[in-house]
């Protein structure tokens, strides 16, 4: 049973960033895509960042320059460093993982930005 957990959540001044972490469990093989998806009440997740395993990476428009992904294909983990945050990247955010055709989510972590 592939498990994903997220750590780094909480609030943040705008400016300021903080750093998501996940970590899956449960595969013996590395995940084909690693990366994060955000939701905010009344919307769908949207994409924020996404690597595969041989290093491509797809950020959303509105986090380039600000976000970086990083992975451990070995440890089966993926970090996004967030910086320059704004109120309007206030979201619950989630790690994904793509397997053998299969998308698993983790449970999500709450990134508020207020002053």
């Known amino acids: 049973q592939v498990q994903l957990v997220e750590s780094g959540g909480g609030l943040v001044q705008p400016g300021g960033s903080l750093r998501l972490s996940c970590a899956a469990s449960?595969?013996?093989?590395?995940?084909?895509?690693m990366g994060w998806y955000r939701q905010v009440p009344g919307k769908p997740r949207a994409l924020v960042a996404i690597?595969?395993?041989?290093?491509?990476?797809n950020y959303a428009e509105s986090v380039k320059g600000r976000f970086t992904i990083s992975r451990d294909n070995a440890k089966n983990t993926v970090d996004l460093q967030m910086n320059s945050l704004k109120p309007e990247d206030t979201a619950v955010y989630y790690c994904?993982?793509?397997?053998?055709?299969?998308?698993?989510w983790g449970k999500g972590t709450l990134v508020t930005v207020s002053s």
């Open positions: 449960g595969s013996i093989f590395s995940f084909y895509a």
């Open positions: 690597k595969t395993s041989d290093g491509s990476t």
């Open positions: 994904i993982a793509d397997l053998s055709n299969t998308r698993y």
